[in-house]
């Protein structure tokens, strides 16, 4: 946004001083074209009046004389004519006959003045003419033509630009300041309550915006802070009454399994069902207690990821998934599954060890859970382009295309699963540690049969050529 606003404030300073700038050059290079033309227009006024006075008298030395030190003095070229178009006085070079004068003293001699039409500019260079006739009223005569350099009206012209850009160069740079200082006063304020917004987002303590730039960003950062706080505490207390619930039901449930261990020696054997059942239900709440802490501590470090640089967790995933397949394979042939592993021989994936193998403990739980005896799973670890991607298939039930957009929801479960132990929670949490790390969890149906769940992370940045 600072970017935005500030090319905005810097385009509306620079059409500003190029609205100042272009007409004060366009008029100084017009003003000085048109003090040369009147000094020319001046000196052949007083050729003309010479000639004149020639032409009555006969006597061209005086005509002459001025011809010849005006151009010594000025190195400006002279041609004056009779009206029978014969030279009076030539100079510098220059000739009557000449393809550039011919037609200025044909002009001349029908009564018509000849003036530059055009304004003279920095890089103008070369000469200009001039032509006037000689005599009074619209008794002509004789004709004179003037040739008269430019440089120095271009240098002057120049002068006068340079000084004008260096001004408006300073102007443009003042309004630079003045537009990263506006800017700054009005964009800080909203980065800062920018980041509280993130961290708010996020779950975490967002930090105390201070109050600064215009005062309608003043009042929101007080209704902010007033509003972070009311939402803050709301957020701890849910916090910390999911773990004091928690840790305060498990010490009654663990000693209500001592009590009922200890009572299970005085049963009868026609209580062992429900003794049995009781456990059951034990080790489920037990289950339930440690799922919802392990979901309360993702969602808590997955906001505290998204609003702090992680980038610097790294972990090679095939040795996690080497590490996981040995724990698990065990537990699958007991189950009387199949699992398998096909892994790259280097994937390096932007987080820590411990959070991809409880992704893959989630994932592999579910398939050994849910395929089904006799059920081929196979772990996969590959790199796909930028990301490192986890897969495991199964070749059991699945799930439809309903539950599927429904498979990370808390505490679903689906119906063809309701006999096998669990809470619902697992594949939320997987999301959560995913999420956390920029990656995500996807489910979809394995073919010709079955179940397959990708958990995908960036890989790991490249530092000094090794990953």
């Known amino acids: 946004m600072r970017t935005r606003v500030q090319t905005a404030l810097l385009a509306f300073a620079v059409l500003a001083v190029a609205a100042f700038a272009v007409p004060l050059l366009l008029f100084t290079a017009s003003d000085r074209t048109q003090q040369l033309v009147l000094a020319r227009s001046a000196d052949l006024d007083r050729f003309a009046s010479l000639m004149d006075q ?7 030395s005086s005509i002459r004389a001025e011809a010849h030190r005006y151009t010594q003095l000025y190195g400006e070229a002279l041609v004056v004519t009779d009206t029978r178009r014969s030279p009076v006085v030539q100079t510098g070079g220059m000739r009557a006959t000449d393809p550039a004068v011919a037609p200025l003293v044909e002009a001349a001699l029908r009564n018509a003045a ?11 260079h070369g000469y200009t003419m001039f032509a006037e006739p000689a005599g009074t009223g619209t008794q002509v005569s004789g004709a004179v033509v003037l040739r008269a350099s430019v440089r120095a009206a271009a240098y002057d012209i120049t002068r006068r630009w340079a ?9 443009a740079l003042a309004c630079t300041v003045l537009a990263r200082a506006a800017t700054r006063w009005v964009v800080s304020p909203l980065s800062r309550l920018d980041r509280a917004v993130g961290q708010l987002a996020a779950g975490l303590p967002p930090e105390q915006t201070r109050a600064g730039g215009p005062p309608e960003l003043r009042q929101l950062a007080v209704g902010f802070n007033r509003m972070a706080r009311t939402v803050t505490a709301a957020l701890e207390q849910q916090r910390r009454l999911v773990a004091d619930t928690s840790h305060q039901i498990r010490n009654p449930v663990a000693a209500l399994r001592l009590r009922v261990d200890a009572l299970h020696a005085h049963l009868p054997a026609s209580a062992d069902r429900t003794y049995t059942g009781v456990t059951t239900e034990l080790d489920r709440l037990e289950t339930l207690l440690d799922d919802m802490l392990a979901l309360a501590t993702a969602e808590h470090r997955a906001g505290e990821l998204a609003v702090s640089d992680a980038s610097d967790a790294r972990c090679d995933a095939v ?15 007991g189950a009387g599954a199949h699992l398998t592993i096909l892994a790259a021989e280097s994937v390096t994936a932007a987080c ?37 991607v986890l897969t495991v298939t199964d070749d059991g039930p699945g799930l439809s295309a309903a539950e599927l957009t429904q498979a990370t929801t808390r505490f679903w479960r689906s119906e063809r699963g309701t006999g096998a132990a669990g809470t619902g929670l697992g594949l939320a949490i997987a999301e959560q540690l995913l999420a956390g790390r920029g990656g995500r969890l996807e489910l979809g149906r394995a073919e010709p049969r079955g179940l397959r769940a990708r958990a995908l992370l960036p890989q790991a940045r490249t530092v000094s050529g090794v990953r």
Do not use: F
């Not at 959070?355 to 196979?378: F, H, W």
């Open 114 to 124: 000849t003036k530059p039409g055009h304004t003279l500019h920095p890089w103008s």
């Open 319 to 333: 040795e996690v998934a080497h590490g996981r397949h040995r724990l698990w394979e065990p537990l699958a042939r």
């Open 163 to 171: 000084a004008v850009l260096a001004g408006t160069t300073l102007v």
């Open 54 to 60: 020639a032409a009555t008298t006969g006597d061209t």
């Open 352 to 388: 820590t060890d411990r959070e991809l193998a409880q992704v893959m403990d989630i994932l592999l739980d579910n398939a050994i859970k849910y395929a089904g005896r006799d059920a081929e799973i196979t772990l996969t670890c590959t790199a796909e382009g930028p990301l490192a």
